[in-house]
């Protein structure tokens, strides 16, 4: 039986015996007296407290107690002396357990709907999927339902659909809305051989998607299956919980018992009066606030991180970014693009893109893939070349225009002639760490091209931002020195470390966790295992899926940004777990002395039925202290600076 259903029963048993309570002063008595109060209480001791007595008695089956063997005590040595009490003519509280599992119950439907609005997250993410797509059967496009989209499908997304499925556009442009999935607010252009991901909205345009991730595959999917792990985590703290509940039950038990006999035979109080006290300590102290209290923020955190495209998949990365000292990045692809751009050209523009495209149209170098890519954005017209010859090491030749076309290195036009600016234009692009290519017409170097693997645009204000954390940076990279150097440059890291092999990665890791705890960043393969080294492995959303495997978050926008973004809303969660274990014992420390009856001779007292309300509203408390998590406001140390 459900919670919420649990809770009516033993509420609307419970209201007669309220009315009674109330209405008594007044000379009203329930019907039937007594036996009806046992009648009532008994359906309630049955229905409703019956689980918590189940899982109290599993629980000393196992040697252990937990929440539950508190609430179990309580109202059943309030419910039984009950008994006792009616057949030797003395005053009765069954109302004490009736109201005792009502209240507890009370506080648990909270709960519930408290870690229901907590994990909404996942569900919004299931709701997103799309439920039919347009697949291209039998040379023509039909409607068939999602499951039954199959990989290298063709599928066609017209304007305002969500599409369906991963994959690459083969043909079409439009402009899409990624942010349900990526938390990018802008709208995203795509054309052909751009990736688009499933369940995002198409805003303008009709394309034709190949799918190549269909079903559990997505990225949606893995989305929500991560988000869902990392809810059901538990952060080592967590385990510290668990191991002072296990104390704190048999302590109370004892403070109980302790409780009892001081009012009976010490202060010469009744049976009755001494025991109500002594099952207000047990009720008062039952840590239902303690157990939440770490479950429920991890639960919201790591929801509010999906939103934001951080995929946070366990409570252990949590608590161990609160103590990171030092970030240590992969260049290729983490912090730069990861492809060679064309950054600088030396001589007439339009000539030399004109010579050095339709040369480098043919080779598949990754350099002439990056010529062409800056000619084809300058609109640059390309020429036939003849007699194309690709020399290996040094560059490419052929005939154009009745004229010798070359593109390469020193090697190839060491014949050529340079003039004393080209040559003094050279030597700064060669310190600046660009790899540079010659263009040559007939016996004479008409320009030069300078390509690097750029830094993101984003990654210098990403750098700052961890900086102004007070976090070390550093650059681990398989890259030359010089290279090296001038990204770190570029971007503000302080540190560089290259010429390294990819199997050394991890070693160095390991050498800076000497000094404390270490978060590294990287998007490739080679990264896994320094990934996996770390204390918190942070992998780009880009990068491969051994690197987003390996990783402890997962930045799903590919956004070197959210890297401070993600730590800081691990520390706000972790921070938020250790504020709720903070007023959660606070609560029964506070709660205990007045429950048993220290303050008596004030007035002040606390009745069980008072204290399992205090109890629910403890419980209540925590968890709602928990979901303002989704209000906190996630600012990074540079723009608060």
Not at 546 to 551: F, K, L, V, Y
């Amino acid at each position: 039986m459900s919670i919420t259903k649990r809770f009516w029963i033993s509420l609307i048993f419970s209201l007669p015996m309220l009315a009674n309570m109330v209405l008594m002063p007044f000379g009203w008595m329930i019907p039937g007296g007594d036996w009806m109060q046992l009648g009532l209480t008994t359906v309630v001791m049955l229905v409703a407290a019956g689980p918590f007595i189940q899982s109290a008695w599993a629980s000393f089956k196992k040697h252990h107690s937990n929440m539950d063997t508190l609430v179990a005590i309580g109202t059943a040595t309030a419910y039984f002396y009950s008994i006792y009490a009616m057949a030797t003519h003395q005053p009765v509280f069954f109302e004490s357990a009736a109201f005792v599992t009502t209240f507890v119950l009370l506080g648990q439907v909270f709960e519930e709907r408290m870690r229901n609005n907590a994990s909404s997250a996942v569900e919004k993410l299931v709701n997103l999927q799309a439920k039919e797509a347009e697949v291209l059967r039998d040379n023509r496009f039909v409607k068939v339902p999602l499951a039954e989209v199959a990989l290298n499908d063709i599928v066609r997304v017209k304007p305002g659909q969500k599409i369906p499925v991963d994959g690459v556009i083969i043909k079409g442009h439009s402009s899409i809305d990624e942010s349900m999935v990526t938390g990018e607010s802008m709208p995203v252009t795509k054309q052909v051989d751009d990736a688009v991901i499933g369940s995002t909205m198409n805003s303008t345009g009709t394309f034709l998607v190949k799918a190549n991730k269909v079903g559990d595959q997505t990225m949606l999917s893995q989305i929500v299956d991560l988000v869902k792990k990392a809810q059901n985590s538990h952060a080592p703290i967590q385990k510290l919980t668990d191991k002072v509940s296990d104390i704190f039950v048999p302590v109370v038990l004892i403070l109980a018992i302790l409780t009892f006999l001081t009012w009976y035979v010490f202060l010469d109080a009744s049976v009755a009066r001494a025991l109500i006290f002594a099952v207000s300590v047990v009720v008062i102290a039952c840590p239902c606030a303690l157990g939440l209290a770490t479950p429920t923020a991890l639960m919201v955190g790591t929801g509010r991180g999906a939103k934001m495209g951080i995929l946070i998949k366990n409570g252990e990365v949590l608590e161990a970014v609160n103590d990171v000292k030092t970030v240590i990045f992969d260049k290729t692809g983490t912090i730069t693009v990861g492809k060679p751009q064309v950054t600088d050209i030396i001589g007439d523009e339009a000539q030399v893109l004109k010579v050095a495209a339709s040369l480098e149209e043919s080779s598949e170098h990754p350099l002439a893939t990056a010529i062409l890519a800056r000619a084809k954005a300058g609109n640059v017209p390309l020429v036939e070349v003849t007699d194309f010859k690709a020399i290996e090491g040094k560059g490419v030749a052929a005939q154009l225009a009745g004229q010798k076309g070359v593109v390469g290195n020193h090697k190839l036009l060491a014949t050529f002639k340079i003039n004393d600016q080209l040559a003094q234009q050279e030597t700064r692009l060669q310190n600046e760490a660009k790899t540079v290519v010659f263009v040559g017409l007939d016996d004479r170097i008409i320009g030069l091209i300078a390509i690097q693997d750029v830094a993101k645009k984003t990654s210098a204000t990403a750098i700052a931002d961890l900086r102004a954390r007070g976090l070390k940076t550093v650059m681990l990279t398989g890259d030359n020195q010089r290279v090296a150097e001038a990204v770190a440059k570029q971007v503000g890291i302080d540190e560089v470390i290259a010429d390294v092999l990819p199997g050394d990665k991890a070693a160095h890791v390991a050498a800076f966790q000497k000094t404390g705890k270490v978060a590294f960043v990287g998007d490739g393969i080679n990264d896994a295992p320094a990934l996996t080294t770390a204390d918190v492995g942070i992998a780009m959303g880009s990068g491969t899926d051994i690197a987003i495997d390996a990783g402890g978050i997962v930045l799903v926008k590919n956004d070197l940004r959210d890297v401070d973004k993600a730590l800081a809303l691990s520390k706000k969660t972790f921070n938020r777990i250790k504020l709720n274990l903070f007023w959660a014992f606070i609560y029964n420390v506070l709660g205990i002395p007045v429950a048993a009856g220290i303050f008596f001779a004030l007035g002040v007292t606390l009745s069980p039925e008072l204290a399992g309300l205090a109890m629910a509203i403890s419980s209540l408390s925590v968890v709602t202290s928990s979901v303002l998590l989704n209000k906190a406001r996630i600012t990074t140390k540079a723009q608060v600076a």
